[in-house]
Structure formats: structure tokens, C-alpha cells
């Protein structure tokens, strides 16, 4: 009988540094879709704060700390991050595991702005789009989420079976924009 072992969307392929820019993993586990039903979207964000400190996001946001994060995916959707949905929610809101759907990563430094410029259709400089902001977009060709968690740091979302191309795509971008800095 065969031994199967679990291993993670990136294993073997992150983390890597190019110059200042670091790309690793984020183990976000587990991951929650949760779509609330026509008339329940207070409801499902009070019941959210009550039992894990987050609220349902508004679009363009997300809302939460370290450990746990509600993050606007959609209309009228968000994904649960880190923690499992509180007892009541699958009442008022359609809640779907998708753990083993995601590819999550990290890009920081000083210049990741500068990367994603090169594979993201959207101004993700600090002033148009700041600590707090998600967006749903594409990263080169693959639909993602994005969302800015510090000023020098973003995190991006794939789906698990584009991993390995948005690691490459992200790898050429930093490889491109640290060739650019004066020797």
C-alpha cells in the first residue's frame, strides 16, 4: 500500500529570496467560504464579531488580525481565514470548506509594489490601495485574491493547481525589478 503524505500547494518550491524580496507560504488553515443569504448579511457579520473578533468585510476589504481574517472575495462573499465558522452561521449564510483549494503566498520587501505592478492589473501603491484593502483580480493570468497587510507586504491567493505558475510568475518579477537596482 502506497504512503501517501499531505504536502502543502508550495512545498518545494518556497520560500525564495531575490535581492530584498522574500516570497513564502502562508499556511492559512482552515479556509471558509461564506455567502449570506438574502437579509442576513448583519446578522452573519454580528454573529462573526461575537464569535471571532471579525466582521463580515465590505467590499474591498478585510477585517481581523494574524490569526483570523474575514476577506471580501465577491459580491456578497468572503472567505473565513483561520478559524472554523461559529455554530449558527450555515443558518444564515452559505459556508463551503475550501482549505485544499487555495495556494497562499507572501510577497515582502521594499519593492513589491514594483513586482506586482508587472503582473497585476489594478494600483496597488500604498495610497490607492492600503493595509486593510483585498481585491479580487487577476496575478499575470490567474484569477487571485490579493490583500495588503503591511506596508511592505502582500498576500496572494491562487487556486491549489496554479501554484507553481504563480510562484514562477512572481519569481520572474522579482528577479526582473532586483536587476533594476544599482550595482
Known sequence: MADLKSLSPCAGLLPLSRGALTLEEVAWDPIWSVAPYKGQMQDVSDLLNAALGVGFPVPGTWDGDANVRALWSGLDQAFL??????????AR????????????????????????????????????????????????????????????????MAFRSMAGTLVHELDVAMQGVDARKPA
Open 81 to 90: 481565514v483561520g478559524a472554523k465558522p461559529p455554530a449558527g452561521l450555515t
Open 93 to 156: 449564510a452559505a459556508v463551503t470548506d475550501n482549505s485544499d483549494s487555495w495556494a497562499c503566498v507572501a510577497l515582502s520587501g521594499d519593492d513589491v509594489e514594483e513586482v506586482l505592478a508587472r503582473l497585476v492589473p489594478v494600483d496597488l501603491r500604498e495610497a490607492a490601495f492600503g493595509i486593510g484593502r483585498c481585491i479580487r483580480t487577476q496575478v499575470q493570468h490567474m484569477a487571485c485574491v490579493v490583500l495588503r497587510d503591511a506596508p511592505d507586504r502582500f498576500v496572494i
